[in-house]
């Protein structure tokens, strides 16, 4: 699949965005679509993943701030961010795999292994 993100920008503590992926789509009853971020001098970490029944998994950081959701009818992945802190700074990444998600790995830190397609990143700055 070929994913487009959009949607980054900057903002005050406290703020909010809407990140938008596009996709292409996987022709396929089973997928599994993520986003996933990376601050300068950090490993790639998974935000949070969304299955094809729309199952959706966080991580602890974003839980209870952070909402991903797909739009099937235009192919378009989401992940609404509320209550923005500085430290939600980084390139955001959204990224899809033709298969379940796999968030048994999550706590190996190896979810960004099994996916095969990614977005190019979009900015996400928040200032204190």
């Known amino acids: 699949a070929q994913l487009v993100e959009s949607g980054g920008g900057s903002v005050q503590t406290g703020g909010s965005l809407r990140l938008s992926c596009r996709s292409s789509g996987y022709r396929t009853n089973s997928y599994c679509m993520a986003w996933f971020r990376q601050s300068p001098g950090k490993e790639r970490e998974a935000v949070a993943v969304?299955?094809?029944?729309?199952?959706?998994t966080y991580a602890d950081s974003v839980k209870g701030r952070f909402t991903i959701s797909i739009d099937k009818t235009v192919n378009t992945l989401y992940l609404q961010m509320n209550n923005l802190k500085p430290e939600d700074t980084a390139i955001y990444y959204c990224a899809a795999r033709p298969d379940e998600c796999m968030t048994g790995i999550w706590a190996l830190g190896l979810m960004d292994t099994i996916f095969p397609s990614w977005g190019h990143g979009t900015q996400v700055t928040v200032s204190s």
């Open positions: 969304i299955d094809s029944d729309g199952s959706a």
